[in-house]
DNA sequence: ACGGGATATCGACAGATGTCAATACGTGCG
DNA sequence: CGCACGTATTGACATCTGTCGATATCCCGT
């Protein structure tokens, strides 16, 4: 069990240097531990077919939609359901907004975007070049 | 158990109208079933703290990376990390080059800008804006 | 050919995850 | 008030997942 000289030079626990809102791009620097966790738990809750269904069904959709509008197309229990969305609340890529009984959901401005940039390889600068 | 009436005008299977590579970003349209299933499997693959960390530390570097010397910087033991670096071969984003008893893994290029893709809401047509 | 070392696979196991039925909660209407 | 209905939570359960030790496989130098 050897290793390349290549090994001296790598950070094993780089902390401290990736952007406060997340982290940095993965092409920019090796992840901290720490790091890799938190966006592994945004990820992971995109990680799943049926809540990427919900999220295209609301992303799709030019306004918020409610929950009851969402049982059909996913063709899942209700309490199913409401376990996503709970889930896409809690990683931050979903608004929930009741109004009396019903409850609307809505993509959180950005939060998309800012996992998209983060698995990009390309200039973060691009997302936002033209508009 | 009612809907309103949005959902009369709801592809509940939006089927044939994706791209061939994969999808269509998610804000575009309602995914399939099926389209759903197939993305996730991929996002999946770097649904883990783990093989984010991996994906970073080959992404970093500017060449090919040897899988001897992935093993001390995540801490694990070499089946683990063999086992993760087979699901992101598997998950098309890590190509797998063995010189010898050596193996060495790099990224497969456009995988990961291609995830990215289809997760922003932005015009895809930024990507490649400037280069 | 032999042996050592790098990597992959296997078997086992604890913990996480997706799903549903049952139930609790809360709101608005009669 | 009390009931109906939309939503959230709970409990149970099967399956998937991450991890390791043990072992198999394969290449290379001696």
Not at 33 to 57: F, G, N
């Amino acid at each position: 069990m050897r290793q390349t000289e290549f090994v001296a030079n790598l950070p094993i626990v780089s902390s401290g240097s990736m952007s406060a809102m997340c982290c940095a791009p993965l092409v920019r620097e090796p992840l901290s531990a720490a790091a890799a966790t938190e966006l592994a738990r945004r990820v992971k809750a995109i990680a799943d077919p049926t809540r990427l269904r919900l999220l295209s069904l609301i992303a799709a959709s030019d306004s918020a939609v409610c929950m009851c509008d969402l049982i059909a197309p996913v063709g899942l229990s209700q309490p199913t359901v409401s376990h996503h969305l709970k889930i896409l609340v809690e990683g931050g890529l979903l608004d929930r907004d009741k109004r009396g009984v019903w409850a609307y959901y809505s993509l959180v401005p950005g939060a998309l975007d800012s996992l998209s940039a983060v698995l990009s390889t390309q200039s973060a600068a691009a997302d936002f070049s033209n508009r």
